[in-house]
């Protein structure tokens, strides 16, 4: 069964220095990825997905991933981090069960920035 | 409109009360759920609704009573919850067959 494995549940950076969470992923056919950003109180936010053409995705403020068959990992970046990135990210994977697609949450990754 | 809506913000109940969330979505999906998340967690599954039917029930307790009046709305009823339910209460929705899910901003539950 499909499944993802967030490799750090605490980040801290800079502001301004790169951001990099990371995810391996456990799939036995092509996945669909996702990662999806919290902010405190909130919901969800949709940040980018891949579903099989570009292994690069770009996101939403400035997020993207690379999607890397032989190495299982979906890793998301930033080139700059900014004191609003401060949130929880969730890397995500499409389990198609009963007919139905459902959504198989990482553990989540908090991002601290610091000025 | 790519919003999800969700009402109320916060709710108190005590272990005798019956109160119901509500959530909202005017972007025609067919497609609508609810989450479940514990502090420091990420959001588990509770329920599906396909074209206004129940189509997953994740082993929820029948103290969680969802319901979807029509394709625009989705409730959750709940009835003598304890105090291990307080929780954030996700509402999602998408089209119908398709991956991505939208969220609400969530109603933040307490049961005393």
């Known amino acids: 069964a499909q499944s993802v494995t967030q490799l750090d549940s605490h980040v801290s950076v800079s502001e301004g220095t790169p951001v990099l969470l990371r995810c391996n992923y456990s799939?036995?056919?092509?996945?669909?990825l996702f990662w999806y950003v919290q902010h405190p109180n909130k919901g969800l936010q949709l940040l980018l997905k891949y579903t099989s053409a570009a292994t690069l995705v770009k996101g939403i403020n400035g997020f993207e991933a690379e999607f890397k068959k032989s190495e299982t990992s979906f890793h998301l970046t930033k080139p700059s981090a900014h004191m609003s990135d401060a949130a929880e990210y969730f890397c995500v994977v499409r389990r198609f069960s009963g007919g139905y697609n459902k959504l198989i949450f990482g553990a989540g990754t908090r991002l601290a920035v610091h000025p | 409109d790519t919003e999800v809506t969700q009402t109320p913000k916060h709710l108190v109940m005590g272990m005798t009360n019956k109160k119901s969330l509500k959530c909202e979505q005017h972007m025609g999906h067919r497609a609508m759920y609810w989450y479940k998340q514990k502090a420091k967690k990420p959001p588990e599954l509770m329920f599906v609704?396909?074209?206004?039917?129940?189509?997953i029930n994740e082993s929820v307790p029948s103290r969680f009573s969802p319901e979807c009046p029509n394709s625009s709305l989705l409730n959750l009823h709940l009835h003598a919850l304890q105090p291990e339910d307080s929780a954030l209460y996700l509402c999602?929705?998408?089209?119908?067959?398709?991956?991505?899910?939208?969220f609400g901003p969530g109603t933040r539950l307490l049961v005393l």
């Open positions: 799939s036995s056919y092509s996945p669909s």
């Open positions: 609704y396909s074209y206004e039917k129940l189509s």
């Open positions: 999602a929705s998408s089209q119908e067959g398709q991956e991505t899910q939208y």
